[in-house]
């Protein structure tokens, strides 16, 4: 059983209902209900969707459940809850007391509410606070990634080009030495640290922010905490033996992303039935494999890897649903920047896609996302700014 956040107003809840098998009628009824929170449970027993139901309209809320819960014969499907917080914390200890698994949703109801309170994000010694959305800037010291590849192998380049983002106003910075872009080969762990090891030993003592390492693999990951890096930014979701322990050892940040495949060939007709729903339940499965290691829940962020596997479609999709994600309780990153399905919207080459990757920082934003991978900082920057003013509703007069 999983609980996640759903789109919470207008069409787009009327479209999640839809999915769920709600009459229509009753669509029309619950749509003008959604407040503050609407979330999905994915398998519920028919027998307790019904007892949901029930309380739930007792306390003046709702949910919403497939017409087939209301046939005899058992069986099990999603129901989607329609409730203000302080209905679902009253929810918590009416369902504790229910049988068929509602208890179990009782807890996980409550973990959730927990979590959506303000997060932070522990990286070592250090805390970052999630009260404002964070910026992570992109330093490339690759030959061959897609947008900046070989402009700052130079290690006196890179820590030119880490310094500007730091005075553009990014909150930490990424820096790879393995191109992870759509065709793109795997090189050697020896390979990958030779490329980053002369950078890391110029830029971390000279830079005032955190600074991160996009590897997967533990043993590059492990040298680079040791030059002072904090944070590991791993594609492959820790796939590789040892890079959970390594996190849980070294306390450092850890973000999981999810790639559907390789990068050799993660673009080759990439399928899901519901990305987002998928990619969900990835994330969930990860995210309790980094605990069972030892991995703190403080240490960990998600990312559901926008353009890693996925098609325009399931971008859009992605970006669309991204405030799902953070159903997680964890801070969600999102990494549209320059991407090719900004090109495939505007036909414009990587260099003009500013604008683009706006539009998607932006749309996360207001979705629920909070940490954004960026090369162009200053702009995400700035228009971040308006959008957190305009959202806050104690901002101005």
């Known amino acids: 059983m999983r609980l996640r956040p759903l789109i919470p107003r207008g069409a787009g809840l009327a479209r999640e209902l839809k999915r769920v098998g709600v009459d229509?009628?009753?669509?029309?009824?619950?749509?003008?209900?959604?407040?503050?929170?609407?979330?999905?449970?994915?398998?519920?027993?028919?027998?307790?969707?019904?007892?949901?139901?029930?309380?739930?309209?007792?306390?003046g809320a709702e949910a919403a459940v497939s017409r087939r819960a209301y046939r005899l014969g058992g069986g099990s499907g999603p129901a989607v809850i329609i409730g203000r917080r302080a209905d679902l914390e009253t929810l918590t200890v009416k369902l504790a007391r229910q049988p068929f698994g509602l208890k179990e949703l009782a807890g996980r109801l409550r973990s959730f509410l927990e979590s959506v309170a303000p997060l932070s994000w522990q990286l070592a010694g250090r805390r970052l606070y999630l009260d404002r959305p964070l910026i992570m800037g992109i330093l490339n010291v690759t030959p061959d990634s897609f947008s900046d590849g070989g402009r700052y192998q130079d290690p006196a380049a890179a820590l030119e080009?880490?310094?500007?983002?730091?005075a553009e106003g990014a909150d930490l910075i990424d820096v790879g030495a393995e191109s992870t872009r759509p065709g793109s080969k795997p090189i050697s762990a020896d390979d990958e640290w030779r490329r980053l090891a002369p950078v890391l030993k110029l830029v971390v003592p000279r830079l005032g922010l955190p600074v991160s390492v996009d590897t997967s693999k533990p043993e590059v990951a492990r040298a680079a905490l040791d030059a002072g890096a904090i944070v590991i930014n791993d594609v492959t979701a820790g796939a590789a033996p040892g890079m959970f322990k390594l996190a849980a050892r070294s306390g450092a940040g850890l973000v999981l992303m999810h790639m559907q495949g390789r990068p050799e060939t993660m673009q080759v007709n990439p399928s899901y039935r519901d990305a987002p729903a998928e990619i969900y339940a990835f994330m969930a499965?990860?995210?309790?494999?980094?605990?069972?290691?030892?991995?703190?829940?403080?240490?960990?962020?998600?990312?559901?890897?926008?353009?890693f596997g996925k098609s325009l479609e399931h971008n859009l999709l992605l970006l669309r649903r991204i405030g799902e994600f953070t159903g997680l309780g964890r801070p969600v990153l999102v990494g549209p920047s320059r991407k090719g399905f900004i090109g495939a919207l505007t036909g414009l080459p990587m260099e003009e896609r500013?604008?683009?990757?706006?539009?998607a920082v932006l749309a996360a934003f207001q979705a629920g996302a909070s940490i954004f991978r960026v090369h162009d900082v200053q702009p995400v920057k700035r228009a971040l700014a308006v959008a957190g003013a305009i959202r806050n509703e104690n901002t101005g007069n």
């Open 24 to 59: 229509p009628a009753g669509i029309r009824i619950m749509t003008p209900k959604a407040d503050l929170l609407v979330l999905e449970v994915d398998d519920l027993d028919y027998r307790a969707a019904l007892i949901l139901k029930q309380e739930l309209l007792s306390l």
């Open 354 to 359: 500013v604008e683009g990757t706006l539009a």
């Open 161 to 166: 080009q880490a310094l500007r983002l730091e």
């Open 285 to 307: 499965e990860r995210l309790e494999a980094a605990a069972v290691a030892g991995v703190g829940p403080e240490q960990l962020v998600v990312d559901p890897g926008i353009g």
